[in-house]
């Protein structure tokens, strides 16, 4: 990243120089961005109790890789973590269940969509299915995969290459001894049995794989994590997976 921004810092002053712009502009536009470091820095040590560091550190880099991405979020919340990732974002649609804090991300974020509703029945239901999304963004304080059950039961476009992260707590209930009791993780039971703690990590991958192929993916990377003893991060880019020429 640090070489990326290298020749933007040295070279782009002069590069808006050389095409018009005036010295005072250039001025207002480094102290903006001064100003708006010093804000989210003011900011971090919050967002750093809310989420790993890795996690802010691999998402950031997600959203700095994929230009001007459209972004589904899931649980906007309170719109921190959209400070230090997804304000470079094309657009998107973020969701949340709670009324103030579904007004704020639409102060937030004026070229979103933003539903206040409960993300996963609107999912179930259809919901955005004329957008493609580049990012999904799963925090659902719980188990990921009705989420990505909902999406892939659900006739929706995707580009040829997008990207999913997840913040996942199902390692929590997990945890408990109560991996049986959880319809999306019964089959894998059957061929894991039910202490699922120590290789859960495994077992997203896993799953992560088979809600791919339903949609006509592959897993072509993958990054994953335990970011405290119940929560799980993990980051997987969905590749399309091209049909074979037929043979004459």
Known sequence: MQICFGPYYTFYSIYLDEHGYSTSSLGIYWSIGVVLEILVFA????ILRR???AWVLLVSVLAAAVPN??????HGGW????????FKAGGGLVMEKIEPKADALA?????????????????????????????????????????LDAL??????WPDRWHLVVNDGMRQFVKRG???????LRRVVQRWGNDLYPVYLEVA????????????YRVAGWHGYYCSPDVTHYWAAMERVKARPESN
């Open 152 to 157: 892939a039961t659900t006739d929706r476009q």
């Open 51 to 53: 989420w790993h560091a």
């Open 69 to 74: 991405p459209i972004v589904l979020e899931t």
């Open 178 to 184: 109560h991996a049986w009791k959880a319809d999306c």
């Open 43 to 46: 900011g971090s040590g919050w």
């Open 79 to 86: 719109g921190r973590i959209f400070d230090r990732t997804w």
């Open 205 to 216: 991958r896993s799953l992560v794989e088979e809600f791919a192929e339903r949609i006509g």
């Open 107 to 147: 102060f937030q974020r004026p070229t979103w969509r933003v539903y206040q509703c409960d993300s996963l029945k609107a999912l179930q239901a259809g919901a955005a299915r004329d957008m493609r999304f580049d990012i999904v963004d799963l925090d659902p304080y719980g188990s990921p995969m009705d989420y």
